[in-house]
């Protein structure tokens, strides 16, 4: 068995060294990562940071200048058809046909994906019904808000059962109530359907959602861990309790757990690792009456600045005059 | 889930997953490609009501407007043979002509719409979408010219069924090869409107060149080789060949409105004259089908 072969057997995407540069441009430089089956993967990055080129390599649609990647088992350069036949898509802009009905769209896609004639029917009434538009199958695609476009580019992105889910920036250009229901409707899709999610973001509180996230910034990988790890890693979480005796509990605090805490707010305020399972403690050890806890994060925006030394928005300025064009724009132009 | 939207629909009770097992590509499965990319530009066509009838406008003012104002200048040269009848099977490949290469822009739009996007990631080979669509093209473009058919009561054409068979075998040959064409001019165009400029700068000449206007006698040498190196021609002359045999006139009016095509002397049989028009449709389909396959 090739050193390849031994690792699809693992990953649902195995990607190594896998770079891509346009001329002058290197858009990927060279990354590495492995995502399990079942798994809910982010790409958190800037826009130009290179999270739609990596996209891209990974369907097939950009060719890779560098490095191999596996979807599913297969490789990107070389099969080609068996990575399109296993995975799903749903891009950043729309891609349905707007004059067709919501049923006619799905249709289409059964037929050019060679799903079985015998269960088109079910699998499309699965599909529809798993984002709510089962009642809407009728109607033109030209009538729908921008919210259930994507939604039944989720439900086609479905259809064919892929093992791989790509979700380039999915709920871009949306308002923030539909961008929720959309993040909902994945959630439901991942306790259903035995699939992996590849998804990328540019939006830090989208990232929590993820398993795993990769935080990409100018072409590289800056880290990658769990959500709840990469906040862990950059620091404490903030602890603030109300107590009967401020003076007191600050004092306990310092002798019995050896943290410093001081009034911040009005309320005694100190940073410890891991907030919530320190709270327990607190009630059990502490002897001046609690009235109140609250514990915060870091955030992922937090995490970001850590490793990348500026914020997200930040990055987004500088960035926009390196490289903006979606590979996927590119790649239907050409 | 309170977050969700009014216009979404709570999920009902769950039936069990509907796993779906693609089979390996193959033969059958590019048939299938080909055929839904083919009923999409019917189900198009047939939403789009307005084209059908403004792609009417165009033949019957050619036919009516153009044929009856100038009969006054050619009444004694086309013998018994009005001038709307001859102008009739131009008018008919003028149709296919402008309808085709619709239908080819329509993939500009589909490019910039995103959906180009939807066919050129599934499982299928390129051609598979491209023959599809050149398929869609041409049945589109035939339906188009029937339509325009059904006024050749009204030049004195016979609603004959033999000719009426031969006509749309004929339209159908000329749609494939000019959406072929199209697809090919339009595989670099990424701009609806360009391609609109485009399109009047290639049809105009295509069809001022092909005898759809004036039949081809004594042409000006320069005039006589650009009509013969014009594939169009090769589908002209056998729509007003058909027409032709169908119509009542003197024989010899006929035989001087369309004398037969020949290359160095050789009188070019019809047969041939069509198999010119497939091949160019298929060395143009091949081209469409490279130069989509970069795209990637």
């Not at chain 1, 600050?250 to 919530?276: C, K, M, N, P, Y």
Request: hydrophobic letters at 50%.
């Amino acid at each position: 068995m090739t050193d390849l072969q031994q690792r699809d057997a693992r990953s649902a995407v195995s990607v190594r060294g896998l770079q891509k540069r346009y001329g002058e441009l290197v858009a990927v430089r060279g990354v590495d990562f492995e995502v399990a089956p079942g798994e809910t993967f982010g790409f958190l990055g800037p826009n130009g940071a290179g999270k739609s080129t990596t996209i891209g390599m990974l369907c097939t649609l950009v060719e890779p200048t560098g490095g191999t990647a596996l979807v599913a088992g297969h490789d990107v350069v070389t099969e080609r058809g068996e990575v399109r036949r296993n995975i799903g898509l749903v891009f950043q802009d729309t891609t349905l046909d707007l004059y067709l009905t919501a049923e006619q769209n799905l249709r289409f896609h059964a037929e050019l994906y060679g799903v079985p004639r015998g269960l088109i029917g079910d699998r499309m009434h699965q599909v529809l019904d798993m984002v709510g538009l089962w009642e809407r199958r009728a109607s033109r695609v030209n009538t729908f808000s921008g919210g259930m476009k994507r939604r039944l580019e989720i439900a086609r992105g479905l259809l064919h059962s892929p093992r791989v889910l790509f979700l380039d920036e999915p709920t871009v250009g949306l308002d923030p109530q539909t961008r929720a229901s959309i993040w909902a409707y994945i959630h439901e899709l991942r306790q259903q359907e035995d699939i992996t999610i590849f998804l990328t973001t540019h939006y830090m509180d989208e990232a929590e959602h993820c398993d795993r996230i990769a935080i990409i910034d100018e072409g590289a990988i800056v880290v990658l861990d769990s959500p709840e790890a990469l906040k862990a890693s950059v620091g404490k979480d903030r602890v603030q309790i109300r107590t009967a005796d401020d003076a007191q509990a600050i004092g306990q605090l310092r002798d019995s757990f050896g943290v410093d805490a001081a009034v911040h707010e009005g309320a005694v305020t100190f940073a410890v690792t891991a907030g919530e399972q320190f709270v327990p403690r607190l009630f059990a050890e502490l002897s001046v009456p609690i009235e109140s806890v609250h514990v915060s994060r870091p955030s992922l925006d937090d995490v970001f600045l850590t490793y990348t030394g500026r914020t997200i928005r930040d990055a987004e300025i500088s960035s926009s005059d390196r490289f903006r064009a979606s590979p996927f724009a590119a790649a239907a132009r050409r | 889930m309170t977050t969700r939207t009014s216009d979404s629909v709570a999920a009902p009770a769950r039936a069990a997953v509907v796993e779906i097992r693609l089979p390996e590509g193959g033969a059958a499965q590019d048939v299938r490609a080909v055929k839904v990319v083919w009923q999409r530009e019917m189900i198009r066509f047939s939403q789009d009501r307005i084209r059908i009838l403004t792609a009417l406008v165009q033949p019957i003012l050619y036919v009516f407007v153009l044929g009856t104002g100038l009969s006054s200048l050619t009444r004694g040269s086309t013998g018994d043979v009005s001038l709307r009848t001859f102008i009739f099977p131009g008018v008919l490949a003028l149709s296919v002509l402008f309808t085709a290469m619709f239908s080819a822009v329509s993939i500009v739009w589909d490019r910039e719409f995103g959906f180009l996007r939807e066919m050129l990631v599934a499982p299928v080979p390129r051609s598979a979408i491209i023959l599809g669509k050149c398929l869609g093209g041409a049945t589109v473009a035939a339906i188009q010219g029937l339509i325009v058919l059904a006024l050749a009561g009204l030049v004195e054409v016979p609603y004959s069924p033999v000719m009426l068979a031969t006509l749309a075998v004929e339209m159908l040959l000329l749609g494939f090869t000019i959406t072929a064409f199209g697809l090919v001019v339009a595989a670099r165009i990424k701009q609806m409107q360009a391609m609109m400029g485009l399109m009047q700068m290639i049809l105009m000449p295509l069809m001022f060149l092909s005898g759809i206007l004036y039949p081809l006698v004594g042409l000006p040498r320069w005039l006589n080789i650009l009509v013969h190196l014009n594939p169009i021609t090769y589908a002209v002359h056998p729509l007003r060949q058909a027409v032709f045999e169908h119509v009542h006139a003197s024989p010899l009016a006929l035989a001087h409105l369309n004398p037969p095509l020949t290359w160095w002397g050789w009188t070019v049989p019809t047969l041939v004259q069509l198999a010119v028009v497939a091949v160019t449709g298929m060395i143009f389909l091949w081209i469409a089908v490279l130069e989509f396959d970069r795209a990637d």
